[in-house]
């Protein structure tokens, strides 16, 4: 049977925060074989890790920096969030990989180079959290690496590491070791399925346009007019105000969506430079694309649909446990509603364990749906009892 725990701290001292999360841990899991730490960019990372480390020396330990931490019982910025999972029928592996910005393919395979279920045959299923440095960029091509590598044989979910927002650095965590432009992955084998779905809603707003100038992450032109230009002139049909400067609250609610054959991979604008917008990840030159909105509603249904989708997966198992993986930008548009968000989630997972964080883009691999490097996507996994 499979046992999961979750904790949270709100406390801002790291020493702190770190001796209740292993003790709320450990008053659940007294010898977890994996663990998952999600901290604010406020934390010193080594003195938590340290702490995980020293209390359980047989786990597999992994995380990332963030940008809002929250469990089955909380939820805030600035603080800090763990989940704990041991499992007879499952078997656990971490490993980290360096060097994502110049060569993401390559750090696909040394992700992929220690994991077990290319040979072992005792495990059926197979699935993977991947948390990666978000600004080092090459999320797609690391995912679509992933997929491709493993024939579409594991289920791969996670997200983006974050700074609270900052866009300045952000970090991922194997063991004690704290790392930039590196990606880490935990695979998880297991006997019985893990369930994983992602979803958002946003839909179009605006006609199709075509990506007529662009370079990794920042669109110049769309239909041969300035990007900038462009947004600006959603922003007056549609009576909304698009400060140049200060554009962040305008794209919180105006993104972009890159059509793909099964609907709409979304993209964040974080800035304006000399008419070029600038995004949370790439957009390649040649995408068609659509200014995209959602409202509070169509973001909790998202989010329900994806814990649904997941737990569709389970195969009538009961669920022992669930992470969820959710973008910075929805928890900045949704404000407080945000919270009634991860609980639409706890409601469909039911009483069990549950934590996760706010990210830079959302991993989300799974035949059937849409896959690859997300942002403003819930991705919900979750884990059978």
């Not at 020396?57 to 603080?79: Q, V, Y």
């Not at 400067?245 to 972009?256: R, V």
């Amino acid at each position: 049977m499979t046992r999961t725990v979750s904790a949270y701290s709100t406390s801002t001292e790291s020493a702190v925060a770190a001796d209740e999360l292993v003790r709320d841990i450990s008053a659940g899991l007294s010898a977890p074989d994996a663990v998952i730490v999600f901290l604010s960019a406020k934390h010193n990372f080594e003195t938590v890790l340290n702490k995980f480390t020293e209390r359980f020396p047989g786990a597999e330990l992994i995380g990332c920096s963030s940008a809002g931490e929250f469990d089955s019982k909380g939820r805030g910025e600035g603080s800090a969030s763990a989940f704990a999972i041991a499992s007879p029928e499952m078997s656990f592996c971490a490993t980290i990989a360096h060097g994502l910005s110049s060569d993401p393919q390559n750090v696909a395979r040394q992700l992929l180079s220690t994991f077990r279920g290319f040979t072992e045959n005792q495990f059926r299923y197979r699935s993977a959290l991947i948390l990666n440095d978000a600004l080092a960029g090459s999320a797609d091509e690391l995912v679509r690496t992933l997929y491709v590598e493993t024939g579409g044989k594991y289920k791969f979910f996670g997200g983006g590491a974050g700074d609270d927002a900052a866009f300045s650095k952000t970090y991922v965590f194997k063991g004690n070791e704290v790392a930039t432009d590196a990606a880490v992955a935990l695979e998880i084998l297991s006997t019985k399925p893990v369930g994983v779905g992602v979803r958002h809603g946003w839909v179009p707003a605006t006609d199709s346009m075509r990506v007529t100038a662009s370079a990794k992450n920042t669109v110049s032109s769309l239909d041969a007019i300035s990007a900038a230009d462009v947004f600006q002139e959603h922003a007056q049909n549609t009576g909304q105000k698009l400060d140049r400067s200060a554009p962040l609250p305008f794209f919180l609610h105006n993104i972009a969506g890159m059509r793909v054959e099964d609907g709409y991979k979304l993209r964040v604008p974080l800035g304006i430079a000399e008419g070029a917008v600038s995004f949370a990840a790439e957009i390649p030159e040649g995408a068609v694309v659509s200014i995209m909105n959602a409202s509070v509603e169509s973001s909790m249904q998202a989010a329900r649909d994806a814990a649904t989708e997941a737990m569709s997966q389970l195969a009538g198992h009961k669920p022992g446990g669930a992470l969820m993986f959710d973008c910075v930008a929805t928890r900045l548009r949704l404000g407080k509603e945000f919270g009634n968000e991860i609980e639409a989630v706890q409601v469909i997972v039911g009483d069990v364990a549950l934590a996760g964080c706010n990210t830079y883009g959302q991993v989300a691999s799974v035949e059937g749906q849409l896959a690859g490097f997300h942002n403003c996507n819930a991705v919900v996994c979750v884990f059978p009892e």
